[in-house]
């Protein structure tokens, strides 16, 4: 099911809309021009070029030494790709850890990559980085939750905000960065019911990866639903399998994320 014409770009302002109208949303991850016309065709309604790029493409173990020039390359190479999907960014590791930095490189982002919006995985100590950058007309996605940017800090990939003082203080972050000018939420590896709590204090979209059936969208890796990950986690589902062919599992996932059958309870995690 389409809800546009194919050469209607979707706007900042039609996910706002898509949330109004409990249209649920449909992201998927993209790196290069040939999958984002796969996904664009498909009625995806984000490409996000994700830093994750740097483990499904490049081979890393992490996302931490993906570089800014990286990012600037798989993007222009997805937005040759896309002409109806939002084409969003990741901001790499350590490109934003001041406003003129974060200024400085989203601008690159969306001149040379082509982005219509950037991400970054933050928590309030954004909140002036995200500011500055809405305020020179850039859209910002807020991601928070599991920050795989964080890894080193983190010492795993573990579900986020479980316990009272980590869920107030996620949903104190969403707060404030939606305050201070956030277009978009990401959700990674939350409790469902944590998430279904913070979309009910924001009134932007809230997209979920692990995050629960409650999100305004759903967001996934497109190497996990191609069944491409070796140990896939527990959020993701292979389309694939079931689909026969790339376009047809692409399909799959957004029908499943529109009609909310996916994410089922089996991929989220409680508190
Ligand atoms: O980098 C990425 O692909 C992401 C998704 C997992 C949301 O941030």
Do not use: W
Request: charged share 20%.
């Amino acid at each position: 099911m389409s809800v546009h014409s194919p050469q209607t770009r979707i706007t900042t302002r039609r996910l706002q809309e898509m949330r109004a109208s409990r249209t649920p949303i449909a992201c998927l991850t993209a790196y290069d021009a040939g999958f984002a016309a796969v996904l664009d065709a498909a009625g995806v309604d984000v490409v996000l070029v994700g830093d994750s790029l740097g483990m499904v493409v490049q081979g890393l173990e992490t996302t931490v030494p993906v570089t800014l020039e990286h990012m600037i390359y798989h993007t222009s190479l997805a937005a040759r790709g896309t002409r109806r999907a939002l084409l969003m960014a990741d901001m790499p590791f350590m490109s934003y850890a001041s406003p003129e930095q974060a200024l400085a490189n989203a601008a690159r982002l969306i001149q040379e990559g082509g982005a219509q919006m950037v991400k970054l995985e933050g928590d309030g100590a954004q909140e002036a980085v995200v500011a500055s950058l809405s305020r020179h007309g850039i859209p910002v996605c807020a991601h928070l939750g599991l920050r795989p940017q964080y890894i080193h800090k983190l010492g795993g990939y573990r579900v986020q905000g479980r316990d009272s003082h980590a869920a107030e203080r996620m949903i104190h972050d969403a707060v404030a960065l939606q305050n201070a000018g956030a277009d978009l939420l990401l959700l990674e590896c939350v409790p469902a019911l944590l998430a279904a709590e913070i979309r009910g204090m924001v009134d932007i979209p809230v997209i979920g990866i692990g995050a629960g059936v409650e999100c305004d969208g759903q967001i996934l890796v497109l190497q996990d639903v191609l069944g491409m990950t070796a140990r896939p986690p527990r959020f993701t589902k292979d389309f694939l399998a079931e689909a026969g062919s790339i376009r047809g599992a692409v399909e799959a996932y957004v029908s499943a994320v529109r009609e909310r059958r996916f994410p089922g309870p089996e991929h989220g995690f409680s508190a």
